[in-house]
C-alpha cells in the first residue's frame, strides 16, 4: 500500500467517525474495538518500510540517526504531557502513569548517555512533522481523560508493535530493536491498555467517540513520524 493511499486510509476512517457521531451510538466499547474497528489506519502505523529497511539492514544510518534524534524530542514532550495527564488520573491509574514516567526518564537519559557513541544529534531542530506531533500531546491536557489514556496507550502500542515487526533487526540496528521490543515494555503497554478498557466502561457515549478520532489522530502521526525519518523532513 502506498504512503498516499495509507493517508486516505486514516482520512476517511476520521470521516466516517464524524458522521457516526451525529447518526447514533456506535462507540467503542475497548482498546481492542479501537484496533479491530481501525485496522487499515493502524497497520499502516505499525507496518512502514522504514521499520522493513531496519530489519534488512538497508536504512541508512543517516535516516535512522534523523528518526533517532527527532524521538528524543518527543520523548521530551510525551514526559511533560504524561506529568499532566496524571494530574486527571483516577487513582488506580497513577502508580502506572507515575512509572511510565520512571520509564521516559530512563529514555531521555539513555540518549543523552548514548548520544556521542551512536552519532545522535541530539540538538538538530524540531522537524515540522515532529512538532505538529509534541503540540498535539500537549493539547491532550483538555481532552477528557477517556481520550488521554487512550492517546497514551495508542502511541506506546503502535511504537512496541512497529518495532517488533523489524525483529530481529540488522546487526547494526538489532540493540535498538532489541531496546524497544523488551517484554517489560510490552506488559506496560497491555496494562495501559487494560487502563483504557476501564475509562471506556465509565466514559459517555461522546467521550468514547471521542476518544477513537484521536486514537485515528495517533495512527496518522506514527505514520507520518516513520515517514519523516524516511525523507529527512
Given amino acids: ?17 464524524m458522521v457516526s457521531w451525529v447518526f447514533g451510538d456506535n462507540s467503542p466499547r475497548t482498546a481492542a474495538d479501537l484496533i479491530s474497528r481501525n485496522s487499515e489506519a493502524w497497520y ?12 534488512d539492514g538497508t536504512l541508512p544510518f543517516a535516516a535512522f540517526s534523523t528518526w ?14 504524561q506529568c499532566l495527564i496524571l494530574m486527571y488520573s483516577p487513582r488506580p491509574d497513577q502508580s502506572l502513569l507515575i512509572g511510565g514516567l520512571f520509564a521516559l526518564e530512563d529514555e531521555l537519559s539513555w540518549f543523552e548517555a548514548n548520544a556521542s557513541t551512536y552519532g545522535i544529534n541530539l540538538n538538530q531542530a524540531v522537524l515540522p512533522t515532529c512538532r505538529t506531533y509534541k503540540d498535539f500531546l500537549l493539547a491532550l491536557q483538555y481532552k477528557p481523560y477517556v481520550v488521554q ?12 508493535d512497529g518495532w517488533t515487526t523489524a525483529l530481529p533487526g540488522a546487526p547494526q540496528y538489532k540493540i535498538f530493536v532489541d531496546r524497544w521490543t523488551t517484554p517489560e515494555f510490552n506488559s506496560y503497554v497491555v496494562d495501559l491498555e487494560h487502563s483504557v478498557d476501564n475509562a471506556m466502561a465509565s466514559a459517555s457515549q461522546k467521550d468514547r467517540k471521542e476518544a477513537e478520532v484521536y486514537f485515528l489522530w495517533i495512527a496518522k502521526y506514527e505514520k507520518n513520524f516513520w515517514d519523516m525519518a524516511l525523507a529527512g523532513e
Fill in 1 to 17: 500500500m502506498s504512503i498516499q493511499k495509507k493517508s486516505s486510509v486514516v482520512l476517511v476512517c476520521l470521516m466516517v467517525l
Fill in 149 to 160: 489514556i487512550t492517546c497514551l496507550w495508542a502511541l506506546e502500542k503502535a511504537y512496541y
Fill in 68 to 81: 533517532l534524534g527527532q524521538d528524543y524530542h518527543f520523548a521530551s514532550s510525551l514526559l511533560d504531557s
Fill in 44 to 55: 499502516a502505523a505499525t507496518h512502514h518500510p522504514f521499520l522493513n529497511k531496519v530489519k
